[in-house]
């Protein structure tokens, strides 16, 4: 995979059922951008699973700057978390929260037997998902004359720029979004248009 693309999901997965010695271990992918959509999933969880005992979880949010969690909820340190993760780096993804629900069977599963159902219910949860690639993108601001339009429109058909939104008014206002590893290539050729102004939105 290219340096300026990642793998996501867009869609929360199908539930999954992993079941060991009696405990049951259902597991979810959700996409996720933020703390608050770390939270919004537990809960709707929570409220499904009410006499669940353990929401065990991990999350990786970011592209270039990574964000990570992971908790055990009750469980054993480092029996449930962390496998999770582990999953989740194991099929590079970020932007996804995978929680396992557990429902206590009876029989206690051990330290090594917590790890192995956890790790497996997260790949069972990934696999359950439909993993994207994205790009990661930088966005430039353009302003022109209406005269300069059509020279403008030309260079964002050739090179399947996406313009994130137009404002036309006294000139004309674009924001486009180009793939970063093109970012630089496409910047030079607006840059070398007479009374084009192209400049990087931070």
């Known amino acids: 995979m290219k340096e300026d693309a990642y793998k996501t999901i867009d869609i929360a997965s ?7 010695k009696g405990s049951k271990f259902f597991g979810y992918a959700f996409p996720v951008l933020s703390e608050d959509d770390v939270k919004d999933g537990l809960e709707i969880l929570k409220k499904k699973h009410h006499s669940a005992r353990h929401f065990c979880y991990a999350y990786q949010i970011g592209v270039e700057h990574i964000q990570y969690r992971v908790n055990d909820d009750g469980e054993p ?4 978390g962390l496998p999770i993760y582990g999953q989740i780096q194991s099929f590079e993804v970020t932007n996804i929260l ?26 069972l949860a990934l696999e359950a998902s439909e993993i994207i690639e994205k790009t990661i993108n930088a966005q430039f601001k353009l302003t022109c004359n209406y005269d300069l339009m059509n020279p403008v429109m030309r260079i964002v058909k050739e090179n399947q720029i ?32 007479y009374k084009v102004v192209i400049k990087e939105m931070v």
Do not use: W
Not at 14 to 20: A, C, P, Q, S
Not at 77 to 80: D, L, R
Not at 101 to 114: E, H, N
């Open 14 to 20: 199908e539930e999954t059922l992993f079941k060991e």
């Open 77 to 80: 340190n480092n029996s449930a």
């Open 98 to 123: 995978i929680v396992s629900v557990r429902y206590f069977g009876g029989t206690k599963l051990g330290v090594g037997g917590l790890i192995a159902a956890y790790k497996k219910s997260a790949q």
């Open 162 to 193: 996406v313009i994130v939104h137009q404002k036309l008014e006294m000139d004309c206002t674009y924001i486009i979004s180009v793939r970063k590893s093109e970012a630089n290539r496409i910047f030079q050729i607006f840059d070398a248009l």
